[in-house]
């Protein structure tokens, strides 16, 4: 496969796993709250990502333990609370109403995008680190065409989220609905986290092993 290819395939298979931010970009599409800016937004932060990973930046993150134990630490943190308000919102219930706008305000949207996005640490993982590692098989003018790919499959997922979510709009005139994608929001957060947790206390006791060593 050209290089181009090889990038859209791979980096299509890391994005369209279920994860915080696919979650956190169909809830919107589904909300209508400004889901084009929060679709754009996230392919954004994932080009940037994917343009310090085929860049060289990502051997270096990968040979930092300490960096990744942090990220670990403060992303679980932030999953854990989002999936707590998932699960909240799934207890009260609701429904959409036809043509509803959302109450919240732009800075509120724009902070929540930056939030679900930047504080995971496995967006870093997917692109800076995986397609950067990955990139590094070719030569300078191929690895930015690989990125490009990658970058490309980012774009048309977002995309795709944002209008399955409008599609998918008039499921949630029932209560019922809004409850199960709560609940499976909920779920995928706490998942994430609890698999974060894990690998920064697998990453902790290294840095301890480490340090008694150096003693």
Sequence with gaps: MTPYVEGFAMGGGLIVAIGAQNAFVLTQGVRNNRPLLVAMLCIVIDM??????????GTAVAANPVLGTVAAWG???FLLWYGWGAFRSMVRGGRLEADAETADTLRRTIGMTLAVSL???????DTVVLLGGISGQYATPARYVFGAGAVTA??????CLTLGGRMLA???ARSVTWRVLDGVVGVTMWGIAAGLLRSAARSSNILQDLAALAM
Excluded at 48 to 57: F, Y
Excluded at 119 to 125: C, I, M, T, V
Excluded at 154 to 159: D, E, G, I, R
């Design 48 to 57: 940037a990502c994917t343009s310090l990973g085929v860049s060289g930046v």
């Design 75 to 77: 992303g679980s943190v």
């Design 119 to 125: 504080l995971n640490p496995h967006l870093y993982l």
């Design 154 to 159: 980012s774009v048309a997922w977002f995309l």
């Design 170 to 172: 008039p499921l949630f």
